[in-house]
């Protein structure tokens, strides 16, 4: 058994939404939170520069003694998830192989389709993630940064977000895919708009539920897992000025943050 907390970070809130899956699936676990509001979004940056940022991150979390390190950020797993496995000796888990592998097992026609921002689309991590698992898989990939706007901006029921999420899938729904990847993590929080739009013949898949799943298994596979004794412990530290934690972090993690340390990382 293992108290030590684990160290999950984003470019900003949305992978609080993977935070919630994880308090789900191992609510006992003590969890330290890592926003790099100051530096959000990653999705358009190149890949270069979001590495370096998420080695920081990952660098800090470390120091902090943790057991076991989430990146919560589709951008930063395609960017640098190969390079912290490389550099701690921790386990590592992003969230782009957890919704692929799921979708690979779950789709049928073999055509599979992920929504995402535009750094991770670029990145092919998904691509690449898929063909590892079955090469015969096809996988059709769309960039959708509106609906990250919509979300960061609170808008998640409407017209006009219904709108935009039909007409990035559009294209998806041409290529005749059975399975949706949300390869975005501020895109659980209109998943029911998504599967309004997708129909009963398309499977969605979050990659944040399928990621918690991973983590509980992880846990178990080292026996790491928190022992259960006392009240867990959640710590949430951020890069920016101006905290959205406050805000919008009850609508992102499903429950109110209390309070948010500051931090200052230089690279």
């Given at each position: 058994?293992?108290?030590?907390?684990?160290g999950?970070?984003?470019?900003?809130?949305?992978?609080?939404?993977?935070?919630?899956?994880?308090?789900?699936?191992?609510?006992?676990?003590?969890?330290?939170?890592f926003?790099?509001?100051?530096?959000?979004?990653?999705?358009?940056?190149?890949?270069?520069?979001?590495?370096?940022?998420?080695?920081?991150?990952?660098?800090?979390?470390?120091?902090?003694?943790?057991?076991?390190?989430?990146?919560?950020?589709?951008?930063?797993?395609?960017?640098?998830?190969?390079?912290?496995?490389?550099?701690?000796?921790?386990?590592?888990?992003?969230?782009?192989?957890?919704?692929?592998?799921?979708?690979?097992?779950?789709?049928?026609?073999?055509?599979?389709?992920?929504?995402?921002?535009?750094?991770?689309v670029?990145?092919?991590?998904?691509?690449?993630?898929?063909?590892?698992?079955?090469?015969?898989?096809?996988?059709?990939?769309?960039?959708?940064?509106?609906?990250?706007?919509?979300?960061?901006?609170?808008?998640?029921?409407?017209?006009?977000?219904?709108?935009?999420?039909?007409?990035?899938?559009?294209?998806?729904?041409?290529?005749?895919?059975?399975?949706?990847?949300?390869?975005c993590?501020?895109?659980?929080?209109?998943e029911n708009?998504?599967?309004?739009?997708?129909?009963?013949?398309?499977?969605?898949?979050s990659?944040?539920?399928?990621?918690?799943?991973?983590?509980?298994?992880?846990?178990?596979?080292?026996?790491?897992?928190?022992?259960?004794?006392?009240?867990?412990?959640?710590?949430?530290?951020?890069t920016g000025?101006?905290?959205?934690?406050?805000s919008?972090?009850?609508?992102?993690?499903?429950?109110?943050?209390?309070?948010?340390?500051?931090?200052?990382?230089?690279?």
């Amino acid at each position: 058994m293992d108290n030590r907390s684990i160290g999950i970070f984003d470019s900003g809130l949305g992978g609080l939404t993977v935070l919630r899956e994880i308090i789900k699936e191992i609510p006992d676990e003590n969890i330290i939170f890592f926003g790099d509001t100051a530096r959000f979004p990653y999705g358009p940056r190149k890949l270069d520069e979001v590495k370096k940022f998420a080695l920081n991150i990952a660098d800090f979390l470390y120091r902090q003694d943790v057991k076991l390190l989430v990146i919560a950020c589709n951008t930063a797993t395609a960017s640098a998830l190969t390079d912290i496995r490389g550099n701690f000796d921790i386990p590592v888990i992003g969230v782009i192989e957890p919704g692929a592998r799921t979708a690979a097992e779950t789709t049928v026609s073999g055509r599979v389709g992920v929504i995402a921002t535009k750094g991770t689309v670029e990145s092919k991590a998904y691509d690449i993630a898929i063909k590892k698992i079955d090469g015969k898989i096809q996988l059709f990939s769309k960039a959708a940064p509106l609906l990250v706007e919509y979300v960061e901006n609170g808008i998640l029921e409407g017209s006009l977000l219904d709108k935009a999420i039909c007409s990035y899938l559009k294209p998806l729904f041409k290529e005749n895919i059975d399975v949706l990847i949300l390869g975005c993590t501020h895109f659980p929080l209109i998943e029911n708009n998504i599967k309004d739009c997708c129909g009963k013949q398309i499977r969605v898949i979050s990659s944040a539920i399928e990621t918690s799943k991973d983590i509980k298994n992880t846990l178990v596979k080292f026996d790491i897992k928190n022992e259960g004794k006392f009240k867990p412990q959640r710590i949430f530290y951020e890069t920016g000025n101006s905290s959205k934690f406050f805000s919008v972090g009850r609508m992102f993690l499903g429950e109110k943050i209390k309070e948010v340390v500051r931090i200052d990382l230089k690279i």
